[in-house]
């Protein structure tokens, strides 16, 4: 069975601060996505890394693929308020685009 | 472009009560899944859907069933309601290996 963990669980930080969100796993995976969920909605994506070492920049958001393809990051640059969520990474496993989602980080960044 | 709308937003069954949730999406997309998710635990995959006319089980699904009658409707039924099942339900669909799009969600409380 193909897990992927993500560290830490919680994050409470303040603006401004630095942060980086992982997700790991030991089987390898074709692709990997990252999606943001707020209260009350379902999860939209962020990004999808598919080459290993792959990095991505999306505004303050950097994106970065494990070489293996076994692993993620997420590291946020200056926190903003707006940046709070449920961040969740999900591995592309098995065909037909079903993907294999971690248990998420709840981030919560305070003015 | 309503994307993906999911109905109801809410429902309180009895254990042993029956209900369908609705699923539709107006993207043309040929994918689609059902996803439960529960505190600690991120998404998890219930049934999906490669085309009108087709299911396959996900990773949890026993429980319930689906039906993709037509390409834009994908409804997922619990026969007889479990407290095991009071969860949050998202239903999301794709376009090949691409970004899933989801919708708001179902809240089910089983009692």
């Known amino acids: 069975t193909q897990l992927l963990e993500q560290s830490p669980q919680f994050l409470s930080i303040q603006e401004g601060e630095n942060l980086t969100v992982y997700c790991n796993s030991s089987s390898v995976f074709s692709s990997l996505q990252w999606y943001r969920q707020e209260p009350g909605e379902g999860p939209v994506l962020l990004v999808t890394?598919?080459?290993?070492?792959e990095v991505k920049k999306l505004k303050r958001l950097t994106f970065q693929f494990g070489d293996a393809r076994k692993d993620s990051s997420l590291h946020i640059t200056a926190a903003q308020p707006g940046d709070t969520g449920l961040y969740l990474c999900?591995?592309?496993?098995?065909?037909?685009?079903?993907?294999?989602f971690g248990a998420g980080t709840r981030l919560a960044v305070h003015p | 472009n309503a994307g993906v709308t999911q109905t109801p937003k809410f429902r309180v069954l009895k254990t042993g009560q029956s209900m369908t949730l609705l699923c539709a999406q107006d993207m043309n997309h040929e994918y689609m899944y059902w996803y439960r998710q529960d505190p600690g635990m991120g998404l998890r995959l219930i049934h999906y859907s490669v085309g009108e006319g087709t299911t396959a089980k996900g990773e949890v699904p026993d429980g319930y069933n689906v039906s993709r009658l037509k390409k834009q409707n994908f409804l997922l039924g619990l026969e007889s309601a479990a407290p095991s099942q009071t969860s949050v339900y998202f239903c999301a669909s794709s376009f090949g290996n691409n970004e899933q799009f989801f919708g708001p969600g179902t809240r089910l409380t089983v009692l």
């Open positions: 890394v598919v080459t290993g070492g």
């Open positions: 999900a591995g592309s496993s098995g065909g037909y685009n079903k993907l294999i």
